[in-house]
């Protein structure tokens, strides 16, 4: 399973940090790392960090936006530390290996995002991911530095890897169609006013959240996207006004 996983990094601040990540991975034998903008991984920092592991940061592909980076994934996992109204199923790392266990297709991906060190990732960032995760820490001080994250992640994941699959994993659709689905959906919901135009991110959260737990595959958008289609179609003439 160690090689069908991606690590993101979302604007790390801190070289040292992606060089620690870096060692952090190949020791537990993952060897594929994403990172959106962010510092310069071949400062002299990140270099001494990364010990033996210096073929990783050099192999490491740079994004411009979280989108883009797991836009080829079909399962994306995005980490935080803060609960709330749009952070409501919060997975432990063993299970988010037990899941990507029993769900990853062999020609999947799966991306296991983490944000900034100060801040993590932002509500926008984590709602592109399909579930959320945390590492239960002390009440008294929960900050982990982001490489120690990482780590525990990755030997968690290998872990499970190392146990005996279950049935046939699903075919899920990628991160990329997915977006594609939700932009339709949205566009789609504004024109026949279903949407609050002063929030319109609250209702797609919930939809993001519906339609994740439903675990579509790429025939399944396809048949949402043909259904947005023909609503768009049935309502070119509607005038904005609804109908009591």
């Known amino acids: 399973m160690n090689k069908e996983i991606i690590i993101i990094l ?3 601040q ?3 940090n992606i060089g ?8 537990m034998g993952f060897t594929q790392l994403r990172i959106v903008k962010g510092c310069d991984r071949f400062d002299s920092e990140a270099l001494k960090f990364a010990v033996a592991a210096r073929d990783l940061l050099e192999s490491a592909s740079v994004y411009p936006d979280l989108a883009s980076a797991m836009a080829d994934c079909t399962l994306t996992v995005g980490t935080t530390r803060r609960h709330g109204k749009y952070r409501q199923e919060i997975l432990s790392p063993a299970e988010v290996a037990g899941r990507l266990k029993d769900q990853i297709a062999p020609d999947g991906r799966a991306a296991i995002v983490f944000g900034r060190e100060d801040s993590g990732l ?4 984590l709602s592109l991911c399909r579930w959320h995760a945390t590492i239960p820490t002390s009440n008294e001080y929960g900050s982990l530095n982001l490489a120690q994250s990482v780590l525990l992640f990755c030997y968690e994941l290998g872990k499970a890897s190392e146990s ?4 046939r994993p ?3 659709a990628k991160s990329e169609e997915m977006e594609t689905l939700f932009a339709h959906f949205s566009n789609t919901l504004n024109k026949i006013c279903f949407l609050n135009e002063q929030n319109p991110a609250h209702m797609m959260r919930t939809l993001r959240r519906i339609f994740f737990r439903a675990n579509l595959d790429s025939r399944e ?3 949402l996207r043909g259904m947005l289609t023909q609503i768009d179609w049935a309502s070119s003439e509607f005038d904005g006004r609804k109908r009591s």
């Open 221 to 223: 958008v396809t048949v």
């Open 10 to 12: 979302v604007e790390p």
């Open 122 to 125: 932002t509500t926008e960032e």
């Open 170 to 172: 699903l075919e899920l």
């Open 164 to 167: 005996a699959g279950g049935g």
């Open 20 to 27: 620690m990540t870096c060692r952090a991975m190949k020791n």
């Open 14 to 16: 801190s070289p040292g």
